[in-house]
């Protein structure tokens, strides 16, 4: 199997991964990026990245090995479970693994753990995301719910929405804080330029809500704790970086690297209403000793 085709000059300006996404829709995005990563899709008979821009005239070939699962299969991989109930479990996350499968990912995450221990998980995300209702970034630790059914997913993803859940983080930040208390509300969009950013800088975005609160201050760093109103992708690291406080470690927005192998930011309380008993719920992760250590050598 291969395809082939030529970029007409209408499609110039394009994103690659766009570019085979609109050609090759039967697809999905993971798939065409992981062809894309692996060399299986080429410009001009050139490796380039997903994000390259084309400019109208390039050749483009995709001959893809053999398709590869994406159907999560389960992986005896340690999960450590906080909570539970008939709806609902809560697993303390470490920093390194992954949720679930994306773009030249399909095994080793959270999800492939979770399909080894439990029967059975809510199937409303799709078969790559089983059970998965919120997510938290790999390198960031702590407690993340999981729906065991399809009900609880729902009801889960209505208080998500509509901002019932409370998340507490702790996180470090470079720099001394002035003020013990903060609110920050710049919306959040993609960086236009390293489109792996996101960023808090461009007047149009979604609306973004973090509150926080001094709990140890340090020579040239400072601890707080995090609230967040909204759950947008790297919310509470684009907004601290967005008020010059980068998370400790996070080179992504502007850190300097920690040497430790993740950033500081860790969800440390999830409190939400289980679906199965209409009872709130508060579950807490412990600072992992990784973290703990960072702030004894403080």
Not at 81 to 94: G, R, T
């Amino acid at each position: 199997m291969s395809f082939q085709f030529k970029v007409a000059q209408q499609d110039a300006g394009k994103r690659f991964d766009h570019f085979l996404q609109e050609k090759l829709p039967q697809f999905s995005r993971a798939r065409l990026q992981s062809w894309i990563k692996d060399g299986a899709a080429t410009v001009n008979g050139a490796h380039v990245k997903p994000s390259a821009t084309l400019h109208g005239g390039e050749a483009i070939a995709v001959e893809p090995a053999e398709l590869a699962p994406l159907k999560a299969t389960p992986e005896d991989i340690p999960v450590e479970v906080l909570y539970e109930d008939p709806a609902v479990l809560a697993i303390n996350k470490p920093a390194g693994l992954v949720v679930h499968a994306g773009a030249g990912r399909h095994s080793g995450t959270l999800v492939n753990a979770l399909l080894h221990h439990f029967q059975s998980l809510s199937t409303a995300g799709g078969e790559e995301r089983p059970g998965i209702v919120h997510r938290i970034d790999k390198d960031t630790s702590g407690v993340l719910l999981v729906a065991r059914t399809d009900a609880a997913h729902r009801n889960l993803a209505e208080q998500f929405a509509s901002r019932r859940v409370e998340k507490t983080y702790v996180a470090l930040v470079h720099g001394v804080l002035k003020q013990n208390h903060g609110k920050i509300e710049s919306k959040i969009a993609r960086d236009p330029v390293r489109r792996i950013r996101m960023t808090a800088r461009l007047a149009e975005g979604r609306t973004a809500y973090s509150e926080y609160k001094v709990t140890q201050r340090f020579e040239k760093f400072t601890l707080i704790e995090v609230k967040i109103g909204t759950g947008r992708t790297h919310q509470i690291r684009v907004h601290l970086a967005s008020i010059g406080h980068p998370v400790a470690g996070d080179r992504l927005y502007g850190a300097p690297a920690a040497d430790r192998g993740r950033f500081f930011l860790h969800a440390r309380m999830i409190r939400f209403e289980s679906p199965s008993t209409g009872n709130m719920v508060t579950v807490e992760a412990p600072l992992p000793g990784e973290l703990q250590q960072w702030l004894s050598e403080l």
